[in-house]
């Protein structure tokens, strides 16, 4: 429980050979630079950005061990805990324990995306998952327009669970965002809160520990100081931080589904030198003609090239 992720924890794409198998060698190409920038506090694998779905049990328990490697054990590596049922879950979380991991990012059973979530539900699967697998665990806060959402009292009553030590908020809803995380401060002034709005990174910079984001592999440098100005409350420093980055934000993630951000995150690290190309599994797909060429503009554009 003495995790530290005040300030960027990027969650890293898993890189791929051009036949479709993980590549480990990237892997740790990726996760040494990433591990070896100051202000990174820790990594979160297997997640959206990650492809972790995509993937066999005996995958991701490699790419947990191949990313502890990488970092040489100098900052935390976090699993996404993605498994539909509370059961399985908990079997995920136990493995990811094995691999190496320092802690679980724990998403919502995905049958609540359609149909919604019976109360208390979610409140029992991070005790389950923590009292099973040991792991320290991360709130994850969905979008709004999603039924997967969790409700202010659902977060309070989670935040105060035995295991749970920060929140990825999501929320994607100004409103909801402005009202609902000063009560969770309030109530839960120990929780370490980190934005994953990587769409609206200016607007909630100001109220968070850090950020928890997919655009922290490619764009580490100046989110690190965008969240230190956050923190210094330096609204002209944060928005030519967030200017500058606009270019890159609109070719990452402006794109037509928030899907196609994972193979712009691919394409970005190969404007930057860090993957050769950018491989991805399906159902994702490769994007639109000229995309790369576009992404690489922007990166250039905003000094990432």
Known sequence: MSLDLRG????PVTPFTRDGEVDFAAIKKLGSWLGGIDGVKGLVVLGHAGEG???TSDEQRRVIEAFVESVKGE????AGITREGDHIAAEEAKRAVEAGASAGLVYPSHGWLRFGYQEGAPQERYRRI???SGLPLI????PDNTKATYNLQTQLDIAAQPGVFAMKNGVRNMKRWDTEIPVIRAEHPDLQILTCHDEYLLHTMFDVDGALVGYGCIAPEPLIELIKAGKAKDYAKARELHDRLLPVTK????RGSHMEGTVALKWALVARGILDHATV???LRPLAEGADREIAAAMKQAGLA
């Open 281 to 283: 599994r399906s159902p």
């Open 130 to 132: 923590h009292e099973e």
């Open 139 to 142: 709130l994850f806060q969905y």
């Open 75 to 78: 900052i935390p590596i976090i």
């Open 251 to 254: 070719n990452v993630y402006h």
């Open 53 to 55: 779905t995509f993937m």
């Open 8 to 11: 960027l924890t990027p969650a």
